[in-house]
């Protein structure tokens, strides 16, 4: 009798003990931090054809999207549906940009985050300090059990982020940006998904594509010449570039200068005030446009900061 009620009782807290550990396993599996980093792992890692719409202001494009990551280097591909044919190409860290209204030119980066910010595709531990993440509720998207995300600021000084990831294979399938009150400025949801295991057809064709040379060795970079420049940004953007260059459509010469805080950018462009340039614009969207005169100089901040920032950003270029 005792023997048996011996083994119940080791039976019973065995089951406890299982139940714990498996609430605990749930508990780290259900984590924001751990859906976000499942996310980035899948875009990085999957073989997959995608087609997806973009919406940022009043303009709504489709694209088509391929991926690879198969040896000996990942590819990735992105191509606009609508105008005048544009093609963006990854190999390695390598990314070409194709025109057919414009040059070719090539950059050195990971991802080719002209829709999904570059840091979807690193740890999110990369911006603990800046961003915070929190679970919301289950959805369906595309047909597919979604897990939503919260990528939140801690300061309110920069747009936040809903995510909806595919629970089954951690792909990102929509994406909204919020500004400071919470109105849309852009959005992006796949319209169709086909995950592989070997790569998609067009990256195998393209394997051996020659591309084009890379953007700092088609234009002249100098240190910033300019006596002006920024002294203030907001906490958590640090200073990752800044160079003199001419623009590439125009021959007027620019001190730049790009800050980011690992998940937005922004840039500060100072040039000489001619009398043909346009002072005091101020735009808002998903990419901020704010000029302003500064004695002889215009002073240009653009990117993914509320109108204010930017606002204060360029008041402050001295």
Do not use: C
């Amino acid at each position: 009798m005792i023997t048996r009620l011996y083994q119940s009782l080791i039976a019973a807290t065995a089951i406890v003990f299982m139940s714990v550990a498996s609430a605990q396993e749930t508990q780290k599996e259900l984590d924001g931090e751990g859906w976000f980093d499942r996310m980035s792992q899948a875009l990085t890692t999957l073989n997959f054809e995608a087609s997806l719409v973009h919406v940022h202001g009043h303009q709504i494009e489709p694209y088509q999207w391929f991926q690879s990551a198969n040896s000996p280097q990942s590819q990735e591909l992105l191509i606009r549906m609508n105008g005048p044919d544009f093609r963006i190409l990854r190999q390695g860290d390598r990314v070409a940009h194709f025109h057919t209204s414009a040059s070719n030119y090539s950059l050195i980066a990971d991802s080719v985050s002209v829709i999904l910010p570059e840091a979807f595709t690193k740890p999110f531990a990369n911006l603990k300090d800046t961003y915070q993440v929190s679970i919301g509720g289950g959805a369906r998207v595309l047909g597919r059990n979604a897990q939503h995300l919260r990528v939140i600021s801690r300061d309110n000084q920069r747009y936040s982020y809903s995510l909806w990831v595919d629970r089954a294979s951690g792909m990102l399938l929509k994406m909204i940006m919020h500004d400071q009150r919470g109105d849309i400025v852009e959005q992006m949801q796949l319209t169709s998904l086909s995950i592989r295991q070997d790569s998609p057809g067009v990256l195998k064709e393209i394997t051996n594509l020659e591309m084009p040379p890379l953007l700092s060795d088609i234009r002249i970079l100098n240190k910033p010449g300019f006596s002006v420049k920024p002294s203030w940004q907001p906490q958590g953007f640090e200073l990752v570039n800044k160079q003199s260059h001419h623009l590439v459509s125009e021959s007027t010469l620019v001190d730049h200068y790009l800050y980011s805080d690992g998940l937005t950018e922004y840039s500060v462009y100072i040039a000489r005030l001619t009398e043909d340039m346009e002072t005091d614009v101020a735009l808002s969207s998903s990419q901020t446009l704010f000029t302003m005169r500064y004695n002889d100089y215009l002073i240009t901040v653009v990117g993914q900061v509320p109108l204010s920032i930017a606002q204060r950003i360029a008041q402050e270029v001295k």
